[in-house]
């Protein structure tokens, strides 16, 4: 799917900063959220574009003759998946390193982005920050770079949970965790930007929970055909933490027949593997903000990201850490938009030539 429209509540993320000046100017200003699962652009003219992270290569020259030569993106692929090689880039929220080709695709990826949010054919100076997981290597960043500077004249990148918060205006005692497909990211916000140790990856997100669910209800009903794009269908319409309010039970094919079966308790199960890191993850980085302000930033934990939808997380996660005294966990209400308005925001409210005081960068001198 490729959405492009003026507002939507991700747009929220960037009232109040100063959209004229760099579109008088002519400089197009983006934020990019490339994600293991979607990447979303957002720029200072208001456009907003959505892809699945995925680019889809025609099979072979009768393949071709159906769908083209030129790579196919997102959603499009997918539909298109009989004729193609799909290609999904990134893994755990970095650029895979492991082929030519996954380099190849993240660039034409983030090519076909760029592309959304500019005129056709149009010549203009394009400035972006992009999010990269909390803790990416200096390798990932490097390479991710190394693919922008083909296609973008000053690029910065920046950690996933450090755009959530500065889209929502919580700078200071305040903790960010943003649930994603291939991460989870959590980070301690302290007036001033996240160090290394203010930050967490943990490698066990929404995939992670698709393959467990997957080979769970296999277990349970070995009859039962279930992929793991089929658990990843049950788990958005139902995934759920603590006492379930009615049963999950869903319909799958069974020795080629659809066949109801009840799926609570696997689903439960595997929502709440992910609990206990990120309730450690949440103990060790408390402990690291100064005492007088442990009591506000208990209050004040925000969950974003695709994941954030699991019924129930906040709760969980508030009950988990009673014994810290009053803990409040809340959802942010537009997880998907949130990261890139985010990384937009910063990037019309800081001048590019400043850029180099945030992070890893090329450009904008
Ligand atoms: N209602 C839902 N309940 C549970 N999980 C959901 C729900 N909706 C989406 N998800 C999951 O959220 C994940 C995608 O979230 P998001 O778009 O934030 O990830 P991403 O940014 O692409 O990944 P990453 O940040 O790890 O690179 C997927 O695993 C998706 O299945
Ligand atoms: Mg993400």
């Not at 973008?152 to 990148?157: E, I, K, P, S, Y």
């Not at 393959?211 to 269908?233: D, H, M, N």
């Not at 990384?343 to 180099?356: N, R």
Request: net charge negative; hydrophobic share 40%; charged share 25%.
């Amino acid at each position: 799917m490729t959405e492009m429209d003026n507002g939507g509540a991700g747009q929220k993320a960037v009232e109040g900063a100063e959209q004229g000046m760099a579109a008088a100017s002519g400089q197009l200003l983006v934020g990019i959220d490339l994600g293991t699962c979607r990447t979303i652009i957002m720029s200072n003219r208001g456009v907003e574009g959505v892809e699945r992270s995925v680019v889809g290569y025609a099979k072979d020259i009768i393949s071709q003759r159906v769908v083209g030569s030129e790579p196919l993106f997102g959603d499009q692929a997918l539909a298109k998946r009989n004729f193609l090689d799909l290609c999904f880039p990134l893994c755990d929220g970095v650029i895979r390193e492991a082929s030519e080709r996954d380099y190849v695709a993240a660039s034409q990826l983030l090519e076909h982005m760029v592309d959304l949010a500019r005129e056709e054919n149009e010549e203009v100076e394009v400035s972006g920050i992009i999010g990269v997981p909390a803790r990416a290597s200096m390798m990932n960043k490097e390479l991710l770079l190394g693919i922008a500077q083909g296609i973008m004249d000053t690029a910065l990148v920046v950690s996933e949970p450090f755009m959530v918060a500065y889209a929502l205006g919580k700078l200071s005692d305040c903790i960010i965790i943003d649930i994603g497909g291939g991460t989870i990211d959590i980070c301690a916000m302290k007036g001033e930007l996240p160090t290394a140790e203010d930050q967490v990856t943990i490698f066990k997100a929404g995939d992670y929970i698709d393959e467990r669910l997957a080979a769970a209800i296999s277990r349970r009903y070995p009859t039962a055909q279930v992929t793991k794009s089929v658990a990843c269908k049950i788990k958005e319409a139902h995934a759920f933490v603590g006492e379930p309010v009615s049963p999950v039970r869903v319909t799958l094919r069974a020795e080629g027949k659809p066949v109801e079966f009840d799926v609570t308790r696997e689903l439960r199960m595997v929502c709440e593997s992910i609990v206990p890191d990120i309730v450690e993850q949440l103990q060790m980085l408390i402990q690291r903000f100064d005492p007088e302000v442990q009591e506000t930033t208990l209050q004040n934990i925000v969950l974003a990201g695709g994941g954030s939808r699991i019924k129930g997380l906040d709760t969980m996660l508030a009950e988990q850490l009673r014994e810290y005294g009053r803990v409040k966990v809340t959802c942010v209400d537009d997880p998907d938009y949130i990261g890139a308005g985010g990384a937009l925001k910063l990037a019309m409210d800081v001048p590019t030539e400043q850029w180099k005081h945030i992070g890893v960068m090329f450009g904008g001198q």
